[in-house]
Structures are given as structure tokens and as C-alpha cells.
Nanobody, 127 residues
């Protein structure tokens, strides 16, 4: 099984950028689907973005389309989430998740489809 290790959160002013990393440990991401979710206290976890490792197909939540980009670095076995034009409403704990298999459509947006989760990293965009 794979272990996912997140890094890259922090504090940034609204309009700024951050990049989150999700590295695979224990085995590679080959044939996995890797996603980012976020959660604010008292609210349900929200789908942010996902990528199918095998063919690079990407998916985005409506609230981040055009501002966030998910991509992979095969040599580093790492998935990145580049977040631009951050807004105060993007403030949350961001979680990386992975599951073996090729997911598509609505399936990638369901948190219960993912078997492996990182510890979470705080992202704060101040106004």
C-alpha cells in the first residue's frame, strides 16, 4: 500500500499563491488516482482536484477551476497542487488522498472512494 505525505501549506495574502505537494511513500503512484480535498471546521470535506496517474486526466471542483492546477511529476512520484489567486474562502486544511485504480466522472469527487489519506496541511489566505 502507498503512504501519502503532504507538504507546502502556509499563510498567504489574498491574491497570492501556494503549491502543495503529495509524495508517495512505500510504493509508486502507478495506476492510482490521487486527489486533494479540503475541510473547514464544522463543514463537510470538499473535493478540490484529482488526477489519474496513468493518463494524466484531471478534474476540478467548481470553486477552484481556473485558479488551481493539479499535475504530477513522475520522476519524483509526487502530485502537486498549484494554487493561484487564493481567496479567504480557500482557507482550510487540505488533504491528499489516493486510491488504486482509474477513477473518472463523479467517482473522483467522492471522498469515500479513497483508501489512503495524508495528515493534512493548513492553508490560510488572509484578506
Amino acid at each position: 500500500q502507498v503512504e501519502v505525505v503532504e507538504s507546502g501549506g502556509g499563510l498567504v495574502q489574498a491574491g497570492g499563491s501556494l503549491r502543495l505537494s503529495c509524495a508517495a511513500s512505500g510504493r509508486t503512484y502507478s495506476s492510482y488516482t490521487v486527489a486533494w480535498f479540503r475541510q473547514v471546521p464544522g463543514k463537510e470535506r470538499e473535493f478540490v482536484a484529482a488526477i489519474s496517474w496513468s493518463d494524466g486526466t484531471t478534474y476540478y471542483g467548481d470553486s477552484v477551476k481556473g485558479r488551481f492546477t493539479i499535475y504530477k511529476d513522475s520522476a519524483k512520484d509526487t502530485v502537486f497542487l498549484q494554487m493561484n489567486n487564493l481567496k479567504p474562502e480557500d482557507t482550510a486544511v487540505y488533504y491528499c488522498a489516493a486510491s488504486y485504480g482509474y477513477y473518472s466522472g463523479d467517482v473522483v469527487r467522492r471522498e469515500y472512494e479513497y483508501d489512503y489519506w495524508g495528515q493534512g496541511t493548513q492553508v490560510t489566505a488572509s484578506s
